[in-house]
């Protein structure tokens, strides 16, 4: 048999060789979350009372959330699951040591987080920490199964419709997030005034809890009050919303028609105001005279019997009254234009009523002395012209008025300059 050439036997040394080298290097990569081969490994053991199906060999072991091992072994012993956990290198674990089993991600992966404890307490040597300092998993399916079927099924559609309306909305996300150092500040200025203490917010916590307090026992009002609020929700969903986004872009254009309207009200309201002002007083009388009007209502019960009496016996004169207003009317027109004609005079001679008033008052003054039982004298002043009659006018009399013609009130007002007057028999 003719011998292996040289050049073929290097090949296969060299091939051999780079199969040992390229086996070593997997080998490190599959090994390489275990730590290197050889390396020496510190084992605790800790009980827990719920571990989850999701804690699994090969798991991180982490201390202040930084990877210092694994989990190499899972087994249960006297009702407990024991998990095995190996820390790399030599380190001490102590008597007081604890252990919680974390998520690692929302996918449900979980990571082993110890706390090694205190020198104080000792080592823990090859004691298994008890479950009763261990916190276990927590999953999300333990804690729905807390939920009844129908709330478990509402959080599932709440769940599935918030994942459908944020589907589409990455841009409005990013602008959140691109809001969101302007929101926290804002959100730092509003802890800043509910700390405030004239915030007052443990009376607002105690007002919150009165309110609460009342709404006890009314449950089923207020759930009547929230189907109706449903019911008015879903009328104006109805054809998707369309009825509802016209009326809201309508709105602005109504709005300002309602602003221009509650605008020109402004007049009329200020004419009511000042009614309701002149009301006021006549409003107050009547309640004053309520009582009086009360008694007149009852003590007229009499008198209102015997109407009916009297109007049997009015009859005939209404009738002939009746005939007589009916030959009247030809009159209405005419007495209608003397009145119209009268109003200008009558309006004049309105301003000057305090002044008839007080001219009756003073003719009532001059007739009303007593000279003798049963004689009464009129007591008669001269009023002299003086300079007016040489000058005729040009010169003021100091013993008269000082205007011949005073607007409305200020009659009274003239008085004499220089002397009283006392040959008008007064001081005006």
């Known amino acids: 048999m003719a011998a292996v050439s040289r050049p073929t036997t290097r090949s296969f040394l060299a091939g051999l060789v780079g199969l040992v080298v390229l086996g070593g290097f997997v080998f490190v990569g599959v090994t390489a979350s275990s730590g290197l081969p050889g390396t020496p490994v510190t084992t605790v053991r800790a009980e827990f009372d719920h571990v989850g199906a999701s804690l699994k060999v090969g798991n991180d072991v982490r201390e202040n959330s930084s990877r210092i091992g694994e989990v190499s072994d899972l087994s249960y012993e006297n009702g407990h699951a024991v998990v095995t956990l190996e820390l790399d290198g030599r380190v001490p674990v102590y008597k007081d040591a604890r252990a919680q089993i974390w998520d690692q991600s929302a996918l449900a992966k979980k990571f ?24 276990g998993s927590a999953d999300l399916d ?11 099924e509402a959080l599932t559609g709440t769940l599935r419709e918030v994942g459908s309306g944020g589907a589409g909305h990455g841009q409005d996300i990013n602008d959140m997030a691109a809001k969101a ?82 605008d020109s009200l402004d007049e009329p309201l200020g004419d009511v105001r000042s009614a309701v002002s002149d009301i006021r007083s006549g409003a107050s009388a009547l309640g004053s005279a309520t009582p009086d009007v009360r008694g007149v209502l009852r003590e007229g019960r009499k008198p209102l019997d015997m109407v009916p009496g009297v109007a049997d016996k009015a009859e005939p004169a209404v009738e002939d009254l009746t005939q007589t207003v009916a030959d009247a009317r030809p009159l209405v027109p005419p007495l209608s234009r003397a009145l119209t004609d009268a109003a200008p005079p009558v309006n004049t001679l309105a301003q000057y009523s305090p002044e008839v008033v007080a001219f ?25 012209q003086g300079p007016a009659i040489a000058d005729g006018g040009l ?34």
């Open 360 to 384: 009756f008052r003073n003719i009532e003054s001059m007739v009303s002395t007593s000279v003798a039982p049963g004689v009464h004298g009129a007591r008669v002043g001269v009023a002299a």
């Open 181 to 262: 150092p302007e929101i926290l500040r804002g959100l730092g200025n509003t802890s800043e005034t509910l700390s405030d203490p004239q915030t007052d917010l443990p009376g607002l916590l105690h007002r919150a809890d009165d309110l609460v307090g009342s709404l006890n026992g009314r449950e089923r009002e207020l759930a009547d009050l929230v189907r109706e609020v449903g019911d008015t929700a879903g009328a104006a969903a109805v054809d998707r919303g369309a009825p509802l986004q016209d009326s809201l872009k309508a709105l602005p254009a109504t709005l300002n028609e309602a602003r221009t309207g509650l």
């Open 142 to 152: 333990n804690v729905l199964d807390a939920l009844d079927p129908k709330t478990r």
């Open 395 to 428: 010169l003021k009399d100091p013993l008269q008025g000082q205007d011949p013609y005073p607007a409305p009130g200020e009659v009274y007002k003239q008085r004499t300059g220089l002397l009283p007057n006392i040959l008008t028999g007064g001081g005006q």
């Open 112 to 135: 082993v987080e110890i706390d090694r404890g205190h020198q104080e307490s000792g080592r823990l040597g090859g004691q298994t920490i008890p479950a009763e300092r261990n916190v």
